[in-house]
Protein backbone atom coordinates (compact mmCIF):
# COMPACT_ATOMS: atom_id res chain seq x y z
CA UNK A 1 0.00 0.00 0.00
CA UNK A 2 1.45 3.38 -0.78
CA UNK A 3 1.41 6.20 1.11
CA UNK A 4 -1.46 7.94 -0.09
CA UNK A 5 -3.60 4.88 0.51
CA UNK A 6 -2.58 4.50 3.76
CA UNK A 7 -3.40 8.14 4.92
CA UNK A 8 -6.90 7.52 2.93
CA UNK A 9 -7.24 4.46 5.31
CA UNK A 10 -6.64 5.41 8.05
CA UNK A 11 -8.31 8.28 7.35
CA UNK A 12 -11.35 5.98 7.06
CA UNK A 13 -11.05 3.63 9.50
CA UNK A 14 -10.33 7.54 12.10
CA UNK A 15 -13.95 9.03 10.85
CA UNK A 16 -15.94 5.33 10.43
CA UNK A 17 -14.34 5.60 14.55
CA UNK A 18 -15.65 8.82 15.72
CA UNK A 19 -19.35 7.37 13.92
CA UNK A 20 -18.90 4.47 16.03
CA UNK A 21 -17.99 5.82 19.56
CA UNK A 22 -21.22 7.22 20.30
CA UNK A 23 -23.36 4.07 18.57
CA UNK A 24 -22.35 0.38 19.61
CA UNK A 25 -19.25 -0.84 22.18
CA UNK A 26 -15.58 -0.79 20.77
CA UNK A 27 -12.38 -0.79 23.09
CA UNK A 28 -11.43 2.78 23.58
CA UNK A 29 -8.66 4.66 25.89
CA UNK A 30 -10.98 6.92 28.40
CA UNK A 31 -7.66 8.32 30.22
CA UNK A 32 -5.73 11.07 29.72
CA UNK A 33 -2.12 10.35 29.83
CA UNK A 34 -0.03 10.50 26.13
CA UNK A 35 3.07 9.39 26.12
CA UNK A 36 6.09 11.96 25.16
CA UNK A 37 8.27 10.48 22.06
CA UNK A 38 10.91 13.11 23.24
CA UNK A 39 11.51 10.82 26.23
CA UNK A 40 12.08 7.17 25.96
CA UNK A 41 10.44 6.35 28.29
CA UNK A 42 7.40 8.72 27.26
CA UNK A 43 7.69 10.73 30.28
CA UNK A 44 5.60 8.10 31.41
CA UNK A 45 4.83 6.60 35.13
CA UNK A 46 6.17 3.12 35.42
CA UNK A 47 3.96 0.07 36.52
CA UNK A 48 5.49 -0.79 39.83
CA UNK A 49 7.66 -3.84 39.84
CA UNK A 50 8.13 -4.66 36.11
CA UNK A 51 11.00 -6.68 36.07
CA UNK A 52 12.64 -6.24 31.96
CA UNK A 53 14.94 -9.27 31.46
CA UNK A 54 17.03 -9.64 28.20
CA UNK A 55 16.69 -13.68 26.92
CA UNK A 56 19.28 -13.28 23.78
CA UNK A 57 21.86 -10.58 23.01
CA UNK A 58 22.90 -10.68 18.89
CA UNK A 59 26.67 -10.90 18.48
CA UNK A 60 27.71 -11.85 15.09
CA UNK A 61 31.47 -11.15 16.04
CA UNK A 62 31.09 -13.72 18.63
CA UNK A 63 28.10 -16.09 17.85
CA UNK A 64 28.63 -18.30 20.81
CA UNK A 65 27.65 -15.36 22.79
CA UNK A 66 24.30 -14.93 21.34
CA UNK A 67 22.50 -17.77 19.28
CA UNK A 68 25.29 -19.60 17.98
CA UNK A 69 24.88 -18.40 14.31
CA UNK A 70 25.58 -14.81 14.55
CA UNK A 71 22.69 -13.81 12.90
CA UNK A 72 21.55 -10.24 13.65
CA UNK A 73 17.69 -9.45 12.48
CA UNK A 74 15.75 -11.04 15.31
CA UNK A 75 12.17 -10.36 15.79
CA UNK A 76 8.45 -10.98 16.37
CA UNK A 77 8.96 -13.52 19.42
CA UNK A 78 5.63 -15.41 20.52
CA UNK A 79 5.71 -16.66 23.97
CA UNK A 80 3.51 -19.86 25.94
CA UNK A 81 3.53 -21.36 28.92
CA UNK A 82 3.04 -25.04 28.65
CA UNK A 83 4.14 -28.33 30.97
CA UNK A 84 5.66 -26.31 33.63
CA UNK A 85 8.19 -24.55 31.08
CA UNK A 86 8.53 -20.91 28.84
CA UNK A 87 8.53 -21.34 25.34
CA UNK A 88 9.53 -18.75 23.18
CA UNK A 89 9.70 -18.73 19.64
CA UNK A 90 11.06 -15.67 17.20
CA UNK A 91 12.34 -15.50 13.56
CA UNK A 92 15.70 -14.97 12.54
CA UNK A 93 17.69 -13.76 9.33
CA UNK A 94 21.23 -13.23 9.42
CA UNK A 95 21.03 -8.86 8.80
CA UNK A 96 18.12 -7.61 7.77
CA UNK A 97 14.24 -8.10 7.57
CA UNK A 98 12.55 -10.11 4.31
CA UNK A 99 16.21 -10.87 3.48
CA UNK A 100 17.06 -14.46 3.33
CA UNK A 101 17.68 -17.18 4.36
CA UNK A 102 15.44 -17.06 7.58
CA UNK A 103 14.91 -19.68 10.24
CA UNK A 104 13.15 -20.16 13.25
CA UNK A 105 14.58 -20.51 16.81
CA UNK A 106 13.47 -21.45 20.01
CA UNK A 107 13.82 -20.94 24.00
CA UNK A 108 12.72 -22.37 27.29
CA UNK A 109 12.54 -21.37 30.49
CA UNK A 110 11.65 -22.44 33.86
CA UNK A 111 11.06 -19.04 35.77
CA UNK A 112 10.97 -16.45 32.79
CA UNK A 113 14.53 -15.34 34.22
CA UNK A 114 16.72 -17.79 32.95
CA UNK A 115 16.64 -18.98 29.43
CA UNK A 116 18.37 -22.06 27.59
CA UNK A 117 20.44 -21.61 24.14
CA UNK A 118 18.28 -20.73 21.08
CA UNK A 119 17.93 -23.85 18.86
CA UNK A 120 16.44 -24.23 15.57
CA UNK A 121 13.18 -25.59 15.70
CA UNK A 122 12.17 -24.19 11.56
CA UNK A 123 15.23 -24.27 9.59
CA UNK A 124 16.08 -22.39 6.55
CA UNK A 125 14.29 -24.09 3.91
CA UNK A 126 15.59 -24.15 -0.03
CA UNK A 127 13.59 -22.73 -2.36
CA UNK A 128 13.32 -24.87 -5.77
CA UNK A 129 14.91 -22.62 -8.47
CA UNK A 130 12.96 -21.42 -11.28
CA UNK A 131 10.34 -20.38 -8.53
CA UNK A 132 7.99 -17.49 -9.36
CA UNK A 133 5.35 -15.52 -7.62
CA UNK A 134 2.25 -13.73 -9.18
CA UNK A 135 2.64 -9.70 -8.56
CA UNK A 136 6.22 -9.90 -9.02
CA UNK A 137 8.88 -9.90 -11.64
CA UNK A 138 11.60 -12.39 -10.41
CA UNK A 139 12.85 -15.92 -10.07
CA UNK A 140 14.54 -17.94 -7.80
CA UNK A 141 17.87 -19.12 -7.99
CA UNK A 142 20.12 -20.17 -5.04
CA UNK A 143 17.38 -18.79 -2.77
CA UNK A 144 16.18 -20.19 0.41
CA UNK A 145 12.81 -18.65 1.92
CA UNK A 146 12.61 -16.36 4.92
CA UNK A 147 10.05 -16.55 7.90
CA UNK A 148 7.13 -14.53 8.54
CA UNK A 149 4.83 -15.88 11.58
CA UNK A 150 1.99 -13.90 13.35
CA UNK A 151 1.74 -16.46 15.73
CA UNK A 152 3.58 -19.79 17.51
CA UNK A 153 1.70 -21.63 19.47
CA UNK A 154 -1.25 -24.28 19.85
CA UNK A 155 -2.42 -26.17 23.21
CA UNK A 156 -4.86 -28.72 22.35
CA UNK A 157 -7.90 -29.98 24.11
CA UNK A 158 -6.04 -33.14 24.92
CA UNK A 159 -2.70 -30.67 26.01
CA UNK A 160 -0.14 -31.30 22.91
CA UNK A 161 1.52 -28.45 22.39
CA UNK A 162 2.00 -27.31 18.46
CA UNK A 163 4.54 -24.59 17.59
CA UNK A 164 4.26 -23.10 14.18
CA UNK A 165 6.31 -21.23 11.13
CA UNK A 166 5.32 -19.58 8.21
CA UNK A 167 7.97 -20.10 4.62
CA UNK A 168 7.46 -16.80 2.86
CA UNK A 169 9.33 -16.42 -0.06
CA UNK A 170 11.35 -13.01 -1.29
CA UNK A 171 12.17 -13.02 -4.61
CA UNK A 172 14.52 -9.65 -4.70
CA UNK A 173 14.11 -6.38 -3.41
CA UNK A 174 11.15 -4.60 -2.24
CA UNK A 175 8.90 -8.13 -2.26
CA UNK A 176 6.52 -8.99 0.43
CA UNK A 177 7.14 -12.18 2.05
CA UNK A 178 3.07 -12.20 3.65
CA UNK A 179 1.27 -11.00 0.47
CA UNK A 180 -0.03 -14.22 -0.21
CA UNK A 181 1.95 -16.34 -2.52
CA UNK A 182 4.33 -17.63 0.17
CA UNK A 183 4.97 -21.40 0.40
CA UNK A 184 3.04 -22.49 3.24
CA UNK A 185 2.90 -22.77 6.74
CA UNK A 186 4.44 -25.26 9.12
CA UNK A 187 4.03 -27.20 12.04
CA UNK A 188 5.55 -29.73 14.44
CA UNK A 189 4.94 -31.02 18.05
CA UNK A 190 6.75 -29.98 21.62
CA UNK A 191 6.47 -33.29 24.09
CA UNK A 192 6.68 -33.06 27.27
CA UNK A 193 10.71 -34.46 27.41
CA UNK A 194 11.31 -31.09 25.11
CA UNK A 195 11.92 -33.12 21.86
CA UNK A 196 10.41 -32.37 18.91
CA UNK A 197 8.04 -34.39 16.32
CA UNK A 198 8.60 -33.99 12.64
CA UNK A 199 8.40 -30.93 10.49
CA UNK A 200 4.81 -30.63 8.45
CA UNK A 201 2.72 -28.49 6.44
CA UNK A 202 -0.35 -27.37 7.46
CA UNK A 203 -1.27 -25.26 5.02
CA UNK A 204 -0.26 -24.62 1.79
CA UNK A 205 -0.29 -21.41 -0.29
CA UNK A 206 -2.15 -21.42 -3.86
CA UNK A 207 0.97 -22.73 -5.61
CA UNK A 208 1.98 -25.14 -3.59
CA UNK A 209 1.11 -28.60 -2.47
CA UNK A 210 2.44 -32.31 -1.15
CA UNK A 211 4.26 -32.86 -4.47
CA UNK A 212 6.54 -29.99 -4.92
CA UNK A 213 7.42 -29.06 -1.08
CA UNK A 214 10.17 -30.88 0.79
CA UNK A 215 7.96 -31.67 4.04
CA UNK A 216 5.01 -33.46 4.53
CA UNK A 217 1.45 -32.56 5.01
CA UNK A 218 0.07 -33.40 8.36
CA UNK A 219 -2.36 -35.82 7.73
CA UNK A 220 0.27 -38.17 6.56
CA UNK A 221 1.70 -38.40 9.93
CA UNK A 222 0.93 -42.11 11.87
CA UNK A 223 0.63 -39.97 14.55
CA UNK A 224 -3.20 -39.91 14.92
CA UNK A 225 -2.76 -37.37 18.22
CA UNK A 226 -0.49 -35.19 16.08
CA UNK A 227 -3.56 -35.31 13.11
CA UNK A 228 -6.08 -34.77 15.73
CA UNK A 229 -4.05 -31.68 16.95
CA UNK A 230 -3.90 -30.16 13.92
CA UNK A 231 -6.85 -30.63 12.78
CA UNK A 232 -8.73 -29.17 16.23
CA UNK A 233 -6.50 -25.86 15.06
CA UNK A 234 -8.20 -25.66 11.80
CA UNK A 235 -11.18 -25.26 13.56
CA UNK A 236 -10.32 -22.83 15.66
CA UNK A 237 -11.32 -19.48 14.03
CA UNK A 238 -9.44 -17.40 16.49
CA UNK A 239 -6.37 -19.10 15.47
CA UNK A 240 -6.45 -19.09 12.18
CA UNK A 241 -7.65 -15.14 11.92
CA UNK A 242 -3.78 -14.62 13.03
CA UNK A 243 -2.86 -16.57 9.58
CA UNK A 244 -5.01 -14.22 7.50
CA UNK A 245 -1.98 -11.64 5.88
CA UNK A 246 0.73 -14.67 4.83
CA UNK A 247 -2.59 -16.98 3.50
CA UNK A 248 -4.02 -17.11 0.52
CA UNK A 249 -6.02 -14.01 0.06
CA UNK A 250 -9.22 -16.16 -0.55
CA UNK A 251 -8.68 -18.62 2.00
CA UNK A 252 -12.35 -20.15 3.14
CA UNK A 253 -10.91 -21.22 6.54
CA UNK A 254 -10.08 -17.40 7.34
CA UNK A 255 -13.02 -15.53 8.28
CA UNK A 256 -12.23 -11.99 7.75
CA UNK A 257 -10.17 -11.12 4.67
CA UNK A 258 -8.45 -7.63 4.01
CA UNK A 259 -4.50 -7.05 4.51
CA UNK A 260 -5.07 -3.79 5.94
CA UNK A 261 -5.72 -5.43 9.86
CA UNK A 262 -2.43 -7.18 10.49
CA UNK A 263 -1.41 -9.02 13.57
CA UNK A 264 -4.72 -9.89 15.58
CA UNK A 265 -4.81 -11.49 18.72
CA UNK A 266 -8.08 -11.71 21.07
CA UNK A 267 -9.97 -11.85 24.53
CA UNK A 268 -12.99 -12.63 26.02
CA UNK A 269 -15.54 -10.29 27.53
CA UNK A 270 -17.81 -11.48 30.92
CA UNK A 271 -20.69 -11.94 28.73
CA UNK A 272 -18.38 -14.22 26.09
CA UNK A 273 -18.49 -11.96 23.08
CA UNK A 274 -14.73 -11.59 21.59
CA UNK A 275 -12.69 -8.11 21.36
CA UNK A 276 -10.25 -8.46 18.31
CA UNK A 277 -7.40 -6.21 18.04
CA UNK A 278 -4.84 -5.40 15.30
CA UNK A 279 -2.30 -3.39 14.31
CA UNK A 280 -2.81 0.42 14.87
CA UNK A 281 -4.87 -0.19 17.40
CA UNK A 282 -7.80 -1.45 15.39
CA UNK A 283 -10.54 -2.95 16.67
CA UNK A 284 -13.89 -5.12 16.28
CA UNK A 285 -16.10 -7.32 18.58
CA UNK A 286 -17.43 -10.81 17.44
CA UNK A 287 -20.51 -12.49 19.60
CA UNK A 288 -19.52 -15.71 17.51
CA UNK A 289 -15.66 -16.40 18.16
CA UNK A 290 -14.58 -14.49 15.45
CA UNK A 291 -16.76 -16.60 12.77
CA UNK A 292 -18.58 -12.96 12.36
CA UNK A 293 -17.58 -8.92 13.21
CA UNK A 294 -20.30 -6.58 14.48
CA UNK A 295 -18.13 -3.99 12.73
CA UNK A 296 -15.19 -4.06 10.29
CA UNK A 297 -12.22 -2.98 12.15
CA UNK A 298 -11.71 0.30 13.28
CA UNK A 299 -9.36 2.28 15.23
CA UNK A 300 -9.98 2.05 18.75
CA UNK A 301 -11.54 5.56 19.87
CA UNK A 302 -8.56 7.42 21.73
CA UNK A 303 -6.02 4.97 20.97
CA UNK A 304 -2.66 6.27 19.93
CA UNK A 305 -0.98 3.02 18.15
CA UNK A 306 1.21 3.02 14.90
CA UNK A 307 2.59 0.42 12.44
CA UNK A 308 3.49 -2.19 15.52
CA UNK A 309 1.31 -4.49 17.34
CA UNK A 310 -1.00 -4.68 20.47
CA UNK A 311 -1.55 -7.37 22.69
CA UNK A 312 -4.63 -7.29 24.65
CA UNK A 313 -5.49 -9.77 27.50
CA UNK A 314 -7.25 -10.55 30.50
CA UNK A 315 -5.21 -10.96 34.06
CA UNK A 316 -5.47 -13.21 37.14
CA UNK A 317 -7.54 -10.81 38.67
CA UNK A 318 -10.26 -10.68 36.19
CA UNK A 319 -9.50 -7.01 34.81
CA UNK A 320 -8.12 -6.60 31.08
CA UNK A 321 -4.53 -5.07 29.88
CA UNK A 322 -3.30 -3.94 26.72
CA UNK A 323 0.43 -3.48 26.12
CA UNK A 324 1.74 -1.62 22.71
CA UNK A 325 4.01 1.40 21.93
CA UNK A 326 1.60 4.33 22.73
CA UNK A 327 2.99 6.45 20.08
CA UNK A 328 3.20 6.81 16.08
CA UNK A 329 7.16 5.29 17.34
CA UNK A 330 8.30 2.14 18.47
CA UNK A 331 9.24 3.78 22.06
CA UNK A 332 8.02 3.82 24.97
CA UNK A 333 6.56 0.19 25.56
CA UNK A 334 3.16 0.76 27.78
CA UNK A 335 -0.10 -0.55 29.18
CA UNK A 336 -3.31 0.31 30.23
CA UNK A 337 -5.73 -1.48 32.58
CA UNK A 338 -9.55 -1.85 31.77
CA UNK A 339 -11.96 -2.97 34.21
CA UNK A 340 -14.68 -4.44 32.03
CA UNK A 341 -12.33 -5.14 28.62
CA UNK A 342 -13.42 -1.99 26.56
CA UNK A 343 -12.59 1.35 28.58
CA UNK A 344 -8.75 1.40 29.15
CA UNK A 345 -8.41 4.20 31.90
CA UNK A 346 -4.52 4.74 32.15
CA UNK A 347 -1.42 4.72 30.40
CA UNK A 348 1.50 3.54 32.33
CA UNK A 349 5.37 2.07 31.27
CA UNK A 350 6.70 -1.13 30.65
CA UNK A 351 10.12 -0.29 29.39
CA UNK A 352 11.12 3.25 28.58
CA UNK A 353 14.68 2.20 27.56
CA UNK A 354 16.39 1.57 23.39
CA UNK A 355 19.81 0.40 23.47
CA UNK A 356 21.95 1.12 20.78
CA UNK A 357 21.11 -0.52 17.53
CA UNK A 358 24.93 -2.32 17.17
CA UNK A 359 24.22 -3.65 13.98
CA UNK A 360 22.27 -2.06 11.08
CA UNK A 361 20.04 -3.56 8.95
CA UNK A 362 16.79 -3.59 6.48
CA UNK A 363 13.25 -2.32 7.97
CA UNK A 364 14.78 -2.69 12.02
CA UNK A 365 13.00 0.11 13.69
CA UNK A 366 14.43 1.28 16.81
CA UNK A 367 12.79 0.56 20.64
CA UNK A 368 11.44 -2.18 22.82
CA UNK A 369 8.53 -3.61 19.92
CA UNK A 370 5.86 -6.14 18.43
CA UNK A 371 4.65 -7.16 22.10
CA UNK A 372 3.22 -10.81 22.09
CA UNK A 373 2.02 -11.96 25.38
CA UNK A 374 0.96 -16.27 26.69
CA UNK A 375 -0.44 -17.60 23.33
CA UNK A 376 -3.15 -20.10 23.58
CA UNK A 377 -5.03 -19.27 26.37
CA UNK A 378 -1.86 -20.25 28.51
CA UNK A 379 -1.68 -18.75 31.85
CA UNK A 380 1.63 -17.87 33.99
CA UNK A 381 2.07 -20.11 37.27
CA UNK A 382 2.61 -16.84 39.21
CA UNK A 383 -0.48 -15.00 38.00
CA UNK A 384 1.77 -11.94 36.39
CA UNK A 385 1.46 -11.10 32.82
CA UNK A 386 4.43 -12.10 30.54
CA UNK A 387 5.08 -10.43 27.12
CA UNK A 388 7.82 -10.62 24.87
CA UNK A 389 9.50 -8.00 22.34
CA UNK A 390 12.35 -7.72 20.39
CA UNK A 391 14.66 -4.16 20.95
CA UNK A 392 15.42 -2.47 17.76
CA UNK A 393 14.74 -5.68 15.19
CA UNK A 394 17.85 -7.32 17.38
CA UNK A 395 17.75 -8.64 20.46
CA UNK A 396 15.30 -10.57 22.27
CA UNK A 397 13.35 -9.95 25.97
CA UNK A 398 11.16 -10.67 28.28
CA UNK A 399 8.95 -8.76 30.69
CA UNK A 400 7.02 -9.88 33.65
CA UNK A 401 4.26 -7.40 34.93
CA UNK A 402 2.58 -7.52 38.54
CA UNK A 403 -0.84 -8.07 38.56
CA UNK A 404 -2.62 -6.70 39.83
CA UNK A 405 -1.35 -3.73 38.16
CA UNK A 406 -0.59 -0.88 40.26
CA UNK A 407 1.67 2.59 39.82
CA UNK A 408 1.71 4.02 43.36
CA UNK A 409 3.43 2.54 46.64
CA UNK A 410 2.32 3.65 50.00
CA UNK A 411 4.74 2.91 51.96
CA UNK A 412 8.74 4.06 52.42
CA UNK A 413 11.32 1.48 51.58
CA UNK A 414 12.77 -0.76 53.90
CA UNK A 415 14.80 -2.77 51.89
CA UNK A 416 17.48 -5.10 54.45
CA UNK A 417 18.66 -7.43 51.57
CA UNK A 418 19.94 -10.00 53.68
CA UNK A 419 16.74 -10.64 55.65
CA UNK A 420 14.54 -10.73 52.56
CA UNK A 421 13.47 -13.96 51.28
CA UNK A 422 14.66 -14.28 47.66
CA UNK A 423 10.78 -14.72 46.45
CA UNK A 424 9.95 -11.30 46.94
CA UNK A 425 12.77 -8.95 47.65
CA UNK A 426 13.04 -7.29 44.25
CA UNK A 427 9.14 -7.19 43.84
CA UNK A 428 8.77 -3.86 44.08
CA UNK A 429 11.56 -3.38 42.19
CA UNK A 430 11.34 -1.98 38.52
CA UNK A 431 14.41 -4.20 36.58
CA UNK A 432 15.89 -3.49 33.03
CA UNK A 433 18.71 -6.43 33.11
CA UNK A 434 20.26 -6.57 29.64
CA UNK A 435 22.15 -10.04 29.57
CA UNK A 436 25.64 -8.47 29.76
CA UNK A 437 24.40 -5.76 32.41
CA UNK A 438 22.31 -8.25 34.80
CA UNK A 439 20.40 -6.82 37.27
CA UNK A 440 19.77 -9.73 40.33
CA UNK A 441 19.40 -10.69 44.02
CA UNK A 442 22.70 -12.86 44.96
CA UNK A 443 25.01 -13.85 47.56
CA UNK A 444 28.22 -12.45 47.69
CA UNK A 445 32.19 -12.76 49.28
CA UNK A 446 31.05 -12.35 52.67
CA UNK A 447 27.82 -15.14 52.11
CA UNK A 448 24.95 -12.33 52.38
CA UNK A 449 22.09 -11.88 49.92
CA UNK A 450 23.02 -7.74 48.25
CA UNK A 451 21.51 -6.39 45.61
CA UNK A 452 24.17 -7.22 42.78
CA UNK A 453 24.19 -5.01 39.62
CA UNK A 454 27.31 -5.67 37.15
CA UNK A 455 28.11 -4.04 33.53
CA UNK A 456 30.26 -5.37 30.92
CA UNK A 457 28.04 -4.04 28.10
CA UNK A 458 29.93 -0.84 25.93
CA UNK A 459 26.25 -0.05 24.52
CA UNK A 460 23.73 -0.58 27.18
CA UNK A 461 23.14 -0.09 30.86
CA UNK A 462 21.55 -2.40 34.14
CA UNK A 463 18.70 -0.54 35.88
CA UNK A 464 17.46 -1.22 39.03
CA UNK A 465 14.43 1.40 40.37
CA UNK A 466 12.04 1.98 43.12
CA UNK A 467 8.81 3.79 42.76
CA UNK A 468 8.27 5.60 46.26
CA UNK A 469 5.76 7.77 47.86
CA UNK A 470 5.31 11.48 46.59
CA UNK A 471 7.68 13.31 48.84
CA UNK A 472 8.94 16.90 49.49
CA UNK A 473 11.17 16.45 52.07
CA UNK A 474 12.45 12.68 52.73
CA UNK A 475 15.83 10.83 53.94
CA UNK A 476 17.01 8.13 51.90
CA UNK A 477 19.75 5.66 53.57
CA UNK A 478 21.39 3.20 50.78
CA UNK A 479 24.77 1.10 51.37
CA UNK A 480 26.77 0.13 48.31
CA UNK A 481 30.05 -1.44 48.11
CA UNK A 482 31.61 -0.83 44.73
CA UNK A 483 33.77 -3.95 43.72
CA UNK A 484 36.37 -1.67 41.07
CA UNK A 485 37.50 2.06 41.68
CA UNK A 486 39.43 2.24 38.15
CA UNK A 487 36.44 2.03 35.67
CA UNK A 488 32.30 1.52 35.49
CA UNK A 489 30.13 4.12 36.67
CA UNK A 490 27.12 3.99 38.78
CA UNK A 491 24.69 6.85 38.81
CA UNK A 492 22.14 7.07 41.47
CA UNK A 493 19.13 9.63 40.77
CA UNK A 494 16.52 10.87 42.14
CA UNK A 495 13.28 11.23 40.03
CA UNK A 496 10.16 12.81 40.01
CA UNK A 497 6.80 11.32 38.60
CA UNK A 498 8.05 11.66 34.85
CA UNK A 499 11.20 10.61 35.23
CA UNK A 500 12.99 13.92 35.37
CA UNK A 501 15.91 13.54 37.92
CA UNK A 502 16.99 16.77 40.28
CA UNK A 503 19.58 14.83 42.27
CA UNK A 504 22.78 12.73 40.56
CA UNK A 505 25.30 10.80 42.40
CA UNK A 506 27.94 9.02 40.68
CA UNK A 507 30.64 6.32 41.57
CA UNK A 508 32.70 7.28 38.84
CA UNK A 509 35.32 5.33 36.83
CA UNK A 510 38.26 7.69 38.68
CA UNK A 511 37.51 6.26 42.32
CA UNK A 512 35.30 9.51 43.12
CA UNK A 513 31.82 9.79 44.65
CA UNK A 514 30.58 13.02 42.84
CA UNK A 515 26.79 15.43 42.53
CA UNK A 516 25.65 16.81 39.51
CA UNK A 517 25.99 20.48 40.29
CA UNK A 518 24.25 22.59 36.99
CA UNK A 519 26.75 22.14 34.68
CA UNK A 520 29.76 20.19 35.98
CA UNK A 521 30.23 17.56 39.09
CA UNK A 522 31.20 18.47 42.04
CA UNK A 523 33.51 15.55 44.17
CA UNK A 524 32.01 14.40 47.27
CA UNK A 525 34.75 12.16 48.07
CA UNK A 526 37.23 9.38 46.84
CA UNK A 527 35.87 5.85 47.10
CA UNK A 528 37.69 2.34 47.27
CA UNK A 529 37.41 -0.89 45.84
CA UNK A 530 35.58 -3.19 47.75
CA UNK A 531 34.93 -0.76 50.92
CA UNK A 532 31.10 -0.22 51.63
CA UNK A 533 29.77 2.98 51.26
CA UNK A 534 26.63 4.18 53.69
CA UNK A 535 25.24 7.04 52.00
CA UNK A 536 22.24 9.10 53.10
CA UNK A 537 20.51 12.03 50.90
CA UNK A 538 18.17 14.21 53.17
CA UNK A 539 16.10 16.46 50.49
CA UNK A 540 13.86 19.52 50.65
CA UNK A 541 12.10 19.59 47.12
CA UNK A 542 10.74 23.36 47.96
CA UNK A 543 14.08 24.79 49.23
CA UNK A 544 15.82 22.59 46.17
CA UNK A 545 18.37 22.04 49.14
CA UNK A 546 19.98 18.73 49.44
CA UNK A 547 23.13 16.82 51.96
CA UNK A 548 24.81 14.04 51.40
CA UNK A 549 26.73 12.18 54.39
CA UNK A 550 28.68 9.28 53.72
CA UNK A 551 29.56 6.65 56.61
CA UNK A 552 28.29 9.19 58.98
CA UNK A 553 30.53 12.10 57.90
CA UNK A 554 28.16 14.98 55.89
CA UNK A 555 30.43 16.07 52.75
CA UNK A 556 30.44 18.98 50.65
CA UNK A 557 27.41 21.13 52.56
CA UNK A 558 24.37 22.02 51.18
CA UNK A 559 23.75 21.04 47.35
CA UNK A 560 21.48 22.50 45.28
CA UNK A 561 18.75 20.43 43.27
CA UNK A 562 20.61 20.68 39.22
CA UNK A 563 17.11 20.79 38.23
CA UNK A 564 13.86 21.44 39.72
CA UNK A 565 11.09 18.97 41.24
CA UNK A 566 8.05 19.20 41.91
CA UNK A 567 8.57 16.21 44.57
CA UNK A 568 10.11 13.24 44.63
CA UNK A 569 8.66 10.16 43.52
CA UNK A 570 11.62 7.30 41.98
CA UNK A 571 14.98 6.31 43.01
CA UNK A 572 17.58 4.53 40.64
CA UNK A 573 20.59 2.84 40.21
CA UNK A 574 21.89 2.86 36.77
CA UNK A 575 25.19 1.71 35.77
CA UNK A 576 25.14 4.25 31.97
CA UNK A 577 24.05 8.28 31.22
CA UNK A 578 20.88 9.10 30.31
CA UNK A 579 20.29 8.13 26.59
CA UNK A 580 18.56 10.73 24.01
CA UNK A 581 19.24 8.75 20.76
CA UNK A 582 17.40 8.23 18.67
CA UNK A 583 14.56 10.88 18.76
CA UNK A 584 11.59 11.35 17.26
CA UNK A 585 13.64 12.89 14.13
CA UNK A 586 15.99 10.17 13.60
CA UNK A 587 16.34 8.33 10.27
CA UNK A 588 14.13 5.58 10.04
CA UNK A 589 16.29 3.54 8.85
CA UNK A 590 19.79 2.37 10.49
CA UNK A 591 21.63 0.82 7.82
CA UNK A 592 25.61 0.93 9.38
CA UNK A 593 26.92 -0.93 12.24
CA UNK A 594 28.68 0.88 15.20
CA UNK A 595 32.37 0.11 15.57
CA UNK A 596 33.36 -2.85 17.34
CA UNK A 597 29.61 -3.92 18.19
CA UNK A 598 30.53 -7.17 19.38
CA UNK A 599 33.50 -5.97 22.17
CA UNK A 600 32.66 -5.59 25.78
CA UNK A 601 33.70 -3.57 28.29
CA UNK A 602 35.32 -4.32 31.67
CA UNK A 603 33.37 -5.52 34.31
CA UNK A 604 31.84 -3.52 36.95
CA UNK A 605 29.87 -4.77 39.50
CA UNK A 606 27.86 -3.06 42.54
CA UNK A 607 26.78 -4.58 45.80
CA UNK A 608 23.74 -2.90 47.21
CA UNK A 609 23.38 -3.59 51.12
CA UNK A 610 20.06 -1.96 51.63
CA UNK A 611 17.37 0.65 50.52
CA UNK A 612 15.58 2.63 52.75
CA UNK A 613 13.20 5.77 52.28
CA UNK A 614 11.25 8.42 55.23
CA UNK A 615 8.80 10.54 53.49
CA UNK A 616 8.79 13.55 55.84
CA UNK A 617 6.08 15.87 56.78
Known sequence: MNFINKIAFLGSITFTCMQLTAQQDTVRYVGTTLANVDYHHGQLSPAVGVHNIQVMRANREQPDAANGFGWTYNHAPMLTYWNNTFFLEYLSNPVGEHVPPGQSVLMTSKDGYHWSTPVVVF??????????????????????????????????????????????????????????????????EIYKDGSFGPIHFIRYNHAFNAKNTDYPFFERSKDKGFVEACKEALGNTLLLQQWSEEADRNDPLIALHNNNYKAFNSYELPDGRTVGLWKVALTSIS?????????????????????????????????????????????????????????YKNLLLVNGEITSMRYGGNYKSYGPQYV????????????????TYSMNKEDI???????????????DVNDDFPELPAASALKEWNIYSPLWAPVSLEKVTDATQQLVIKDKDPFDYAKAERVLPAAKKMTATFSVTPQQDDHGNLY?????GKG?????????????????????????????AGVPYNITVSLNTEARFYTVSVNGKQEGGNQIFFAPLENVQRFVFRTGDVRRFPDADTPTDQMYDLPNPGAQAKLAAYYIKSVKTKKEL
Request: glycine fraction near 10%; aromatic fraction near 12%; charged fraction near 25%.
Open 372 to 387: RGLEANATSPDGNCWV
Open 500 to 528: NAGIRLVFDSTGTLTVKAGYRNKSITKYK
Open 492 to 496: IEFQD
Open 123 to 188: PPYKIADGTTKEGYNGVAKDLTAVMHQRMGFYISAKNRLLIFAYYGMVLGPKDDPNDGNGIGRVVR
Open 397 to 411: WVTSIPVPVKDKVDQ
Open 287 to 343: ADKGKTWLYNPVRAPRFVNSNAKIWGQRTSDGKYVTVYNPSEFRWPLALSVSDDGLN
